[in-house]
């Protein structure tokens, strides 16, 4: 089956670091998805990975480890607005289906 | 953001109701998704529809209907809801045979089911 654990919730100062993990176990992995939500908005692409390692972009950055079956996603110099949902999400098979997880609610305080 | 929308975006009806939920892409895409957000829960795949064959159904009752008449329109018709169908319904597309496939998300309809 597909299992995608990711936490619930997390909470950082504005300016901080912060590092949102995501294991799964999948069949078929081809790789994987962060996706930031805002509440009531569309979920909307952060990045993707296939390879292992950093893919840096901007503020934000993902990494991957297959043999761990390990994702993060590192957000700096943190603002207010990144206060969203990040869902992480593994692709797999022939037809690349996305296997989402529950979502991390970040809150972003002052 | 404009490459997927949906109407509406919000919907209050009855068990007894019928009614469309209706997803456009402006993005040449030639796969399309309905899922389904509960809270707290992960997205749920719906229905895939790939040059406007359905390609998956994934164990959905049969009170959803999904209609693709061609690459850029998605419906969702909906039949004799019950209350646990209340959810947001996520429309999404992608262009298959891509390196990352990327499904790209409408703004979603909140539906609510009394």
């Known amino acids: 089956g597909q299992n995608i654990d990711q936490p619930t919730e997390m909470t950082a100062t504005e300016g901080a670091i912060v590092q949102i993990n995501c294991t799964y176990q999948?069949?078929?992995?081809?790789?994987l998805f962060w996706y930031q939500q805002h509440a009531g908005e569309a979920p909307t692409f952060l990045s993707y990975?296939?390879?292992?390692g950093l893919e840096e972009k901007g503020r934000f950055s993902s990494f991957l480890s297959r043999s761990k079956g390990y994702s993060y996603l590192l957000l700096k110099e943190l603002q207010m607005k990144d206060s969203a949902s990040y869902l992480c999400?593994?692709?797999?098979?022939?037809?690349?289906?996305?296997?989402f997880g529950s979502g991390t609610q970040l809150t972003v305080l002052p | 953001e404009t490459g997927v929308t949906q109407t509406p975006r919000h919907l209050v009806m009855g068990m007894t109701n019928k009614k469309s939920l209706k997803c456009e892409q402006h993005?040449?895409?030639?796969?399309m998704y309905w899922y389904k957000q509960s809270a707290k829960k992960p997205l749920e795949l719906m229905f895939v529809?790939?040059?406007?064959?359905?390609?998956e159904n994934n164990s959905v009752p049969s009170r959803f209907s999904p209609e693709c008449p061609n690459s850029s329109h998605l419906f969702l018709h909906l039949h004799t809801l019950q209350p646990e169908d209340s959810a947001l319904y996520l429309c999404?597309?992608?262009?298959?045979?891509?390196?990352?496939?990327?499904?790209?998300f409408g703004p979603g309809t909140r539906l609510t089911v009394l």
């Open positions: 999404a597309s992608s262009h298959p045979g891509q390196h990352t496939d990327t499904q790209y």
């Open positions: 999400a593994a692709v797999s098979g022939s037809a690349r289906q996305l296997t």
């Open positions: 529809y790939n040059f406007k064959e359905q390609t």
């Open positions: 999948t069949s078929g992995f081809n790789g």
């Open positions: 990975n296939v390879l292992d």
């Open positions: 993005l040449g895409h030639n796969a």
